[in-house]
T-cell receptor
Framework: EPEVTQTPSHQVTQMGQEVILRCVPISNHLYFYWYRQILGQKVEFLVSFYNNEISEKSEIFDDQFSVERPDGSNFTLKIRSTKLEDSAMYFC??????????FGSGTQLSVL | DQQVKQNSPSLSVQEGRISILNCDYTNSMFDYFLWYKKYPAEGPTFLISISSIKDKNEDGRFTVFLNKSAKHLSLHIVPSQPGDSAVYFCAASENTGNQFYFGTGTSLTVIP
C-alpha cells in the first residue's frame, strides 16, 4: 500500500536556525497538508497546498513558514528562524479530494 | 477556538467489552467526520468516516454514530482488543474547504 514518507524522523536544531522538513506524498494525491502536534495537545492544521499554491493556512503559519513542491514529488516545510515553541511533531498528509487524509509518520522537531 | 472537542483524555476498558469514544463539534457546517488512530511515534491512521447524510457507519468491530442535532459523534469498538490501545482522534471538515479540524484525542487502554 502506498505511503506518505517523511524525513528526517527526528530533527534537533538551535533556536534561530532554519529547518526543512521533507515529505514524499502518495503519487496520485492532489492536496497536500502540514499538521503539527505539540506534546500533549491537539493535532493542529498548518497549511494546505493544491495546484502548486497554498489553498488554506492557519494563524500558526506565519511568515517564518513556507512550503514548496519543487519537483512534483517532494513537499517541504521550511521554518526560517526556529523558536522554542516550534518544537512539535510535524505531520505531512495528502488526499485526492475532500476525502480521508493519509498521514506520514512525522518528524519530531526539537528546538534547543 | 476549538471546533472539535474530545472531553475525555483517557479511557480504560477490559478486553472483550465495548469501548465508546465521544466527540463534540461546534461548527454546523461540518459535513464529513473521521476517526483516526495513532500509536506512539507514528502518524495518525484512518479508521472510519461518516458523512452528514448518514447517522451510522459500520466497519467490522468499529461503528461511528453521528447525531447532527446534538453535534455529537461517537466511535464504538466491540469487542475491544489489547491492540486497540492507542490515541483516537476525531476530525471534521466542511465540503467547501479542505481543512480538517482535529480534536485533542482520547487515549484508549484495553486491559487484557
Amino acid at each position: 500500500e502506498p505511503e506518505v514518507t517523511q524525513t528526517p524522523s527526528h530533527q534537533v536544531t538551535q533556536m534561530g536556525q532554519e529547518v526543512i522538513l521533507r515529505c514524499v506524498p502518495i503519487s496520485n494525491h492532489l492536496y497536500f497538508y502540514w499538521y503539527r502536534q505539540i506534546l500533549g495537545q491537539k493535532v493542529e492544521f498548518l497549511v494546505s497546498f493544491y495546484n502548486n499554491e497554498i489553498s488554506e493556512k492557519s494563524e500558526i503559519f506565519d511568515d517564518q513558514f513556507s512550503v514548496e513542491r519543487p519537483d512534483g514529488s517532494n513537499f517541504t516545510l521550511k521554518i526560517r528562524s526556529t523558536k522554542l515553541e516550534d518544537s512539535a511533531m510535524y505531520f505531512c498528509a495528502g488526499n485526492r479530494d475532500n476525502e480521508k487524509l493519509f498521514f506520514g509518520s512525522g518528524t519530531q522537531l526539537s528546538v534547543l | 477556538d476549538q471546533q472539535v472537542k474530545q472531553n475525555s483524555p483517557s479511557l480504560s476498558v477490559q478486553e472483550g467489552r465495548i469501548s465508546i469514544l465521544n466527540c463534540d463539534y461546534t461548527n454546523s457546517m461540518f459535513d464529513y467526520f473521521l476517526w483516526y488512530k495513532k500509536y506512539p511515534a507514528e502518524g495518525p491512521t484512518f479508521l472510519i468516516s461518516i458523512s452528514s447524510i448518514k447517522d451510522k457507519n459500520e466497519d467490522g468491530r468499529f461503528t461511528v454514530f453521528l447525531n447532527k442535532s446534538a453535534k455529537h459523534l461517537s466511535l464504538h469498538i466491540v469487542p475491544s482488543q489489547p491492540g486497540d490501545s492507542a490515541v483516537y482522534f476525531c476530525a471534521a471538515s466542511e465540503n467547501t474547504g479542505n481543512q480538517f479540524y482535529f480534536g485533542t484525542g482520547t487515549s484508549l487502554t484495553v486491559i487484557p
